[in-house]
């Protein structure tokens, strides 16, 4: 009786106009994270088949370098205009330095291992992923910045403007959601148009359906191995960027764990090396999130890994009953 109770009270509490507004508000601003997280990983898996464990430490990496450009010129940057400007400045700095390291993190890491079963390039790309690791924990450490808790000095460069609550007809909405729907737009139309208007865009949807003919056609594979790596990196590092702004997230060493599991589940929910997929299994996992999260926080249940159970619940659910995900194809990437 008593769960037939909690789902009628969550029926009423979801037919209320503004909770129902404020929720999908919600589930949007967290689709939007998730496609921007999970984007670089489609990229890369969706041409050359590899799947990237270095990919939340990268995410990190670029918390980092976001917070670090932010904090060093906050100072010189004052107003709502002249924060926001040096936000895109920064993600500009993080997106062309993560690009460069990607791209050679392929030529020097990867490409050796094109030859050898997927499990070399999972364990070369989770070995790189400890690496990274340390090597970022010693830095911070250098310099006085505790790689355990989040990075407030970063946190606190948000302009005022997204950092306040505005009123839009009667609804309660975050600044920070608002910038982060409208980011997330502006990276998934660049990544669209870089897939589907440029020449390394053609390259991947014809090397995801066939490597073999690509390259018996001119198309220089390798080369265009290193621009998916690199960036599909420096997408990464972008989303990173603006976790370090969301105090749910923020720019911790444990961000790199916890961005990669839930872009490892909108990748394979969407569909391995589909961009259309992710896009779509980010909005799906963001509504869900948003929903549980609202049933714990309104106190209808009172499980608080409620959202994340469910999450995991439509991982299993798509690998059980479509297991090459929603506009997945059975193989998928290759050399």
Do not use: C
């Not at 403007?161 to 729907?181: A, C, M, R, Y």
């Not at 621009?227 to 060493?253: H, K, N």
């Not at 790199?256 to 990748?267: D, H, I, Y």
């Not at 929910?269 to 992710?278: A, E, S």
């Amino acid at each position: 009786m008593i769960p037939l109770v909690s789902l009628v009270d969550a029926l009423l509490h979801f037919l209320d106009p503004s909770v129902l507004a404020r929720v999908l508000f919600d589930g949007l601003a967290k689709a939007s994270l998730y496609v921007m997280i999970a984007a670089g990983l489609t990229l890369i898996f969706g041409l050359m088949g590899v799947l990237n464990f270095a990919h939340g430490s990268l995410t990190a990496i670029g918390a980092y370098l976001g917070g670090l450009v932010m904090v060093t010129f906050a100072a010189s940057a004052t107003g709502n205009v002249g924060r926001i400007a040096l936000f895109f400045v920064a993600i500009v700095v993080v997106f062309a330095l993560l690009t460069a390291f990607g791209g050679a993190m392929e030529v020097t890491l990867i490409r050796p291992l094109y030859d050898r079963p997927p499990l070399y390039q999972i364990l070369l790309t989770f070995g790189v992923t400890l690496v990274l690791e340390e090597l970022l924990r010693m830095v911070l450490l250098f310099y006085d910045i505790q790689p355990s808790t989040d990075w407030l000095a970063a946190q606190g460069t948000r302009p005022d403007i997204i950092s306040k609550t505005h009123d839009v007809f009667g609804l309660g909405v975050e600044g920070l959601e608002v910038f982060q729907i409208l980011l997330g737009i502006v990276i998934t139309a660049g990544v669209w148009l870089f897939l589907t208007r440029t020449r390394y865009g053609l390259y991947i949807r014809a090397g995801s359906e066939d490597g073999e003919m690509a390259q018996a056609l001119g198309v220089n594979v390798h080369q265009a191995f290193t621009v998916v790596f690199g960036v599909g990196v420096g997408i990464t590092g972008v989303a990173g960027a603006l976790l370090m702004w969301d105090s749910a997230w923020a720019a911790s060493i444990d961000l790199g764990a916890e961005v990669l599991l839930p872009a490892f589940v909108v990748v394979i929910v969407g569909g391995l090396g589909t961009f259309r997929g992710t896009v779509v299994a980010g909005l799906l996992v963001g509504l869900v999130d948003a929903f549980t999260t609202e049933l714990f926080t309104s106190d209808i249940v009172g499980f608080s890994a409620l959202p994340e159970l469910f999450i995991f619940l439509i991982l299993v659910g798509t690998l059980v009953l479509r297991p090459q995900g929603l506009f997945g194809v059975e193989e998928v990437g290759g050399h």
